[in-house]
């Protein structure tokens, strides 16, 4: 079972609405991600937090908005979408994001399924 | 930069047919390297990982082994059951942007798997 929650698990939305995706992990995690993925395609990275600061912004459109609130929260502010932003996003953690050390598992939430009308 | 190349799919099996679904990588160092399951409408699960050269990952049965010689990481099981019905991920966690630890996934396999 994976210890990474997300709500809403669905949320459909107009193009100018303004919403929230949450995570939260209680693994004691200091690296928590934001991934999009679209349909039979692998998950694209969007956003990884180490230790509670924004270390990697993968050029995502600033209708994005990322947001880690504590160690153990993770937010993803949505306004003015666009349909093409309707797919599968999914939060992640892992110990680290930056650990040389061989291991630093990745885990993934159920991911929130989210869709432009 | 560092890539996963696994197979193509579908695949679509018989129940209790053995399973190979093979993983080839490209990287710099010496990157973990981890196969992740989707089953349909849900998130990724980690099903198994090594991470280091001639190490074994399994879990539910199925197993992979690093091979470094290779670079591959293929996946196997004996024998499956309707309920592997999924997208299978090969990913490697390499070097990104200046940080190790994030994942590089492959374009996923999906497996039928028929009764």
């Known amino acids: 079972d994976t210890e990474v929650t997300q709500t809403p698990k669905h949320l459909v939305m107009g193009m100018t609405n303004k919403k929230s995706l949450k995570c939260e992990q209680h693994?004691?995690?200091?690296?928590m991600y934001w991934y999009k993925q679209k349909a039979k395609k692998p998950p694209e990275l969007m956003f990884v937090?180490?230790?509670?600061?924004?270390?990697i912004n993968e050029s995502v459109p600033s209708r994005f908005s990322p947001e880690c609130p504590n160690s153990s929260l993770l937010n993803l502010h949505l306004h003015a979408l666009q349909p093409e932003d309707s797919a599968l996003y999914l939060c992640?953690?892992?110990?680290?994001?930056?650990?040389?050390?061989?291991?630093?598992?990745?885990?993934f939430g159920e991911g929130s399924w989210l869709t432009v009308v | 930069g560092d890539s996963v190349t696994q197979m193509e799919g579908p695949v679509t099996l018989s129940e209790e047919a053995f399973l190979t679904i093979n993983c080839t990588y490209t990287?710099?160092?010496?990157?973990?390297l981890f196969w992740y399951v989707q089953y349909p409408g849900e998130g990724l699960q980690l099903l198994l990982k090594?991470?280091?050269?001639?190490d074994k990952g399994s879990n539910k049965g199925f197993e992979a082994t690093y091979r470094k010689e290779t670079t591959s990481f293929h996946l196997e099981k004996g024998s499956v059951q309707v309920s592997d019905s999924a997208v299978y991920f090969c990913?490697?966690?390499?070097?990104?942007?200046?940080?190790?630890?994030?994942?590089?996934f492959g374009k996923g396999t999906k497996l039928s798997v028929k009764p």
């Open positions: 990287a710099t160092g010496y990157p973990s």
């Open positions: 693994m004691g995690h200091r690296a």
């Open positions: 990913a490697l966690s390499g070097y990104y942007g200046g940080s190790q630890g994030n994942l590089i």
């Open positions: 937090y180490s230790y509670e600061k924004l270390s």
């Open positions: 992640a953690s892992s110990q680290e994001s930056d650990s040389s050390s061989s291991g630093n598992t990745i885990y």
């Open positions: 090594a991470t280091k050269a001639d």
